[in-house]
């Protein structure tokens, strides 16, 4: 018996052994084939997050370059830009393009070495077309540039004009407007709407934080690097605290299911939205169409987000890549992009052109989007966020989490949160 | 055990009787194929694990020992027992060390229990055995991340069935739902709860095929001598198929404290690996990932590793000596 039982584990050993050899190999073989499908035929892995319009780009550019294939990879905003930062480290593996969001552009750019200089490709002629404070921020120390510009974020306010309604509130975009101009308005109408409804008025703290963190002119870094919590971070925390001691919001977790849920069992009646949250609006609640409308948001502009796209070095087909980034930042691209998506473009002139000006978006009913967003985008002073930005973000965030399940204090919570924050930038 | 001892008596057949001495130049082949072929045999476990197994927790051990960041490449080095000094004055570690053992315990002990009475019950002359046996184990053959994924739903806040069960019966209000991963106590019940369901069918299988090897009249004298169905479970059923329940605890000691799946996916993003907003349920597996992936410090990450694994160690050797001690064994 036992002789037996170790003869079988031997032979079921060896059978895995060859058969891992035989997976192996096979995978090898299918990557190999993959490169080199045709002759001279190019694959171009482009990675990205959300929804950024790519689909009928993809399709045109495939067309009229037939030896180019493109392949979209949209992962998870926070992963996608982790993954980057590994595969750079690794030397291998990284997408022939990827996007860079705002909050971590600065820890790229100081890693320019590893990103295709794009002024040696002929992006320098570009300077001009670009707000200059959009070309600045992918510019590293040493003056190479690692990416080109896609949208910028610029704020704004959605809200829901059926629920509006219900609650006897005013619908019209303008008048909407003016029933907030602070935030403190802003709260007190969003404590009529509780009283009068039953429900909650905002998806979550979170998403009150992050607008008006944007506002402010320092977020949580200086441009030493150091963080600066009792600035701008403390004004935008108040007024979270604030909302969610009036009892305001859903507490649903941004980008994930149950605030997609939320969306479609009328959970909140406003978001707070940078032009690249109406792509998801319509992509998560088709069924709203025409029940949403945008107001200007409290407490004046700001700038929520916006990417960047960037060809690591370690690609072998930098001039391809290239080819194509170019061919998406054209006037006629970024114009697609954002009747598609609402994705605002970073080049000032196109805010005059009449296909973003005159442009009225149908789902949001028939908002001037191209004017709502253009008007907060051209003069706007950006914050410097730094190389922590996105974990410190997450650690504040997770506080104010904790302050809406109700375990931790609000009078409690801005200690807490000190403590969080410098955790995560040391850490 | 049992299985050795009711084994037929061998029969006492004559050795083969070496054959004739074989040319010469075949002698070295007869003799690499009896004393060689046997290792050749077993070699690609061996290697397998040299390269899979050994050789990462070699690496691991070296790694733990140096400064590597990969948002740092300049910081490089060795970086002495740093990393392990910083271990022990990190209250996540500690907090992320007290809620594996929390979850841990929560899930083994019901998952074991339940897995007993389980197979004690598919023991009996039951209608339709092969489908109840099969039933029990498709648990198993679920992919994890699929049943998580549907067990994150069933344990959600807003129109989660859990809490509509809940309602049910009176303890919940829907108005107020319980917020799941809210609280270290619910969140912990709500993994464990995904452990259990798992794992339960597949250790009932394993005592199930341990109880049938237990002889009949065991039982009938037992019955004569009047025991019934609960002493007969302990003082026979446990006590006879004692080797596997130390292999089951064993296991279910090391699957436990590496638990990672379930509390990553349960997270509402679960690329974040904090494990709930005020790490409720951040397990030792995840919080490795999170200082490995997200802050990555791969250096730091290394040395919790290795403490988890001299974690699991000294805790699957209590475990296995009590369960031992559990029956009155004798190894």
């Known amino acids: 018996m036992t002789r037996f039982g170790r003869r079988g584990w031997a032979l079921v050993a060896a059978g895995l052994a060859g058969a891992l050899t035989i997976s192996g190999c096979s995978g090898q073989s299918l990557e190999g084939g993959n490169d080199k499908a045709a002759e001279g035929q190019i694959t171009l892995k482009v990675n990205f997050w959300g929804d950024m319009g790519l689909d009928k780009l993809k399709a045109a550019y495939e067309k009229d370059?037939?030896?180019?294939?493109?392949?979209?990879?949209?992962?998870?905003?926070?992963?996608?830009?982790?993954?980057?930062?590994?595969?750079?480290?690794?030397?291998?593996?990284?997408?022939?393009?990827?996007?860079?969001?705002?909050?971590?552009?600065?820890?790229?750019?100081?890693?320019?070495?590893?990103?295709?200089?794009?002024?040696?490709?002929?992006?320098?002629?570009?300077?001009?077309?670009?707000?200059?404070?959009?070309?600045?921020?992918?510019?590293?120390?040493?003056?190479?540039?690692?990416?080109?510009?896609?949208?910028?974020?610029?704020?704004?306010?959605?809200?829901?004009?059926?629920?509006?309604?219900?609650?006897?509130?005013?619908?019209?975009?303008?008048?909407?407007?003016?029933?907030?101009?602070?935030?403190?308005?802003?709260?007190?109408?969003?404590?009529?709407?509780?009283?009068?409804?039953?429900?909650?008025?905002?998806?979550?703290?979170?998403?009150?934080?992050?607008?008006?963190?944007?506002?402010?002119?320092?977020?949580?870094?200086?441009?030493?690097?150091?963080?600066?919590?009792?600035?701008?971070?403390?004004?935008?925390?108040?007024?979270?605290?604030?909302?969610?001691?009036?009892?305001?919001?859903?507490?649903?977790?941004?980008?994930?299911?149950?605030?997609?849920?939320?969306?479609?069992?009328?959970?909140?009646?406003?978001?707070?939205?940078?032009?690249?949250?109406?792509?998801?609006?319509?992509?998560?609640?088709?069924?709203?169409?025409?029940?949403?409308?945008?107001?200007?948001?409290?407490?004046?502009?700001?700038?929520?987000?916006?990417?960047?796209?960037?060809?690591?070095?370690?690609?072998?087909?930098?001039?391809?890549?290239?080819?194509?980034?170019?061919?998406?930042?054209?006037?006629?691209?970024?114009?697609?992009?954002?009747?598609?998506?609402?994705?605002?473009?970073?080049?000032?002139?196109?805010?005059?052109?009449?296909?973003?000006?005159?442009?009225?978006?149908?789902?949001?009913?028939?908002?001037?989007?191209?004017?709502?967003f253009a008007s907060t985008a051209e003069n706007l002073k950006p914050q410097y966020l730094g190389k922590k930005n996105g974990p410190t973000r997450v650690a504040v965030e997770n506080v104010i989490t904790r302050v809406q399940q109700g375990s931790l204090s609000p009078d409690k919570a801005w200690p807490e949160a000190v403590k969080q924050a410098e955790k995560a930038a040391n850490s | 055990m049992s299985l050795t001892r009711n084994a037929p008596p061998v029969l006492d057949i004559p050795e083969p009787r070496p054959p004739a001495t074989p040319p010469k130049h075949k002698l070295w082949f007869y003799r690499f194929d009896t004393k060689r072929t046997p290792y050749v045999f077993i070699s690609p476990f061996f290697l397998l694990f040299a390269v899979f197994g050994l050789f990462p927790i070699i690496f691991n051990g070296v790694v733990a020992l140096r400064n590597w960041r990969l948002d740092d490449p300049d910081l490089d080095g060795w970086a002495g027992f740093a990393n392990f000094e910083r271990l022990v004055h990190d209250e996540d570690f500690w907090n992320a060390l007290g809620n594996t053992f929390g979850i841990f315990i929560l899930s083994t002990v019901p998952q074991l229990l339940i897995a007993l009475m389980v197979a004690n019950l598919l023991n009996r002359k039951l209608r339709g055995t092969t489908f109840w046996r099969v039933g029990v184990l498709l648990p198993y053959v679920t992919p994890v991340a699929a049943s998580t994924l549907v067990f994150a739903v069933f344990f959600s806040r807003d129109n989660g069935m859990a809490n509509w069960l809940l309602s049910l019966v009176g303890f919940n209000d829907m108005s107020n739902p319980l917020d799941w991963r809210a609280y270290k106590w619910s969140s912990w019940i709500a993994i464990a709860t995904m452990v259990?369901?798992?794992?339960?069918?597949?250790?009932?299988?394993?005592?199930?095929?341990?109880?049938?090897?237990?002889?009949?009249?065991?039982?009938?004298?037992?019955?004569?001598?009047?025991?019934?169905?609960?002493?007969q479970l302990w003082r026979i059923t446990v006590p006879m198929i004692q080797p596997v329940l130390v292999f089951t605890v064993v296991l279910s000691s090391i699957g436990g404290l590496q638990l990672f799946n379930e509390p990553m996916l349960f997270e509402e993003n679960p690329a974040a690996a904090t494990g709930g907003s005020d790490s409720q349920w951040q397990t030792i597996a995840q919080l490795i990932y999170k200082v490995g992936w997200k802050d990555l410090d791969l250096g730091y990450a290394a040395a919790m590793s290795w403490a988890l694994f001299l974690i699991i160690l000294i805790v699957a050797g209590i475990n296995a000596f009590l369960t031992n001690r559990l029956g009155g064994g004798r190894r």
């Not at chain 1, 009646?269 to 169409?289: F, N, R, S, Y």
Request: aromatic letters at 12%; glycine letters at 10%.
């Open chain 2, 196 to 231: 259990n369901w798992k794992w339960i069918g597949y250790n009932a299988l394993l005592y199930l095929s341990a109880m049938q090897s237990i002889p009949k009249d065991v039982y009938e004298a037992a019955a004569v001598d009047g025991a019934g169905p609960w002493r």
């Open chain 1, 65 to 372: 370059h037939p030896n180019i294939k493109i392949v979209l990879n949209s992962g998870e905003y926070n992963a996608q830009h982790e993954d980057l930062q590994k595969k750079l480290v690794a030397g291998s593996g990284a997408p022939d393009i990827s996007a860079v969001d705002e909050g971590f552009i600065v820890q790229f750019r100081g890693q320019s070495d590893k990103f295709v200089n794009l002024l040696d490709k002929g992006a320098g002629s570009y300077e001009s077309k670009y707000l200059p404070w959009k070309w600045q921020q992918s510019l590293s120390k040493d003056g190479q540039q690692i990416g080109l510009g896609t949208d910028v974020g610029g704020l704004a306010m959605c809200y829901r004009t059926d629920l509006f309604k219900a609650a006897g509130l005013p619908t019209d975009r303008d008048q909407v407007s003016k029933l907030w101009t602070t935030w403190d308005d802003f709260i007190n109408v969003g404590k009529q709407y509780v009283q009068k409804t039953k429900k909650k008025f905002v998806d979550s703290g979170t998403n009150m934080f992050n607008p008006v963190l944007a506002q402010q002119p320092q977020g949580f870094y200086n441009e030493q690097e150091q963080l600066q919590m009792e600035g701008g971070p403390k004004v935008a925390f108040d007024v979270s605290m604030k909302a969610i001691q009036a009892g305001l919001s859903a507490n649903l977790a941004s980008f994930q299911p149950n605030w997609d849920q939320g969306f479609k069992k009328d959970q909140f009646a406003v978001l707070a939205c940078p032009a690249w949250m109406l792509g998801h609006i319509q992509d998560t609640a088709p069924e709203q169409k025409g029940k949403w409308d945008i107001a200007t948001i409290p407490g004046g502009g700001g700038n929520w987000g916006g990417s960047w796209w960037t060809i690591p070095k370690q690609g072998k087909n930098a001039d391809e890549a290239y080819k194509f980034v170019e061919w998406m930042i054209q006037p006629q691209q970024q114009i697609e992009v954002f009747k598609t998506v609402g994705n605002l473009p970073s080049q000032p002139a196109l805010y005059k052109d009449p296909a973003v000006l005159d442009y009225k978006k149908e789902f949001m009913s028939n908002a001037p989007t191209g004017q709502i």
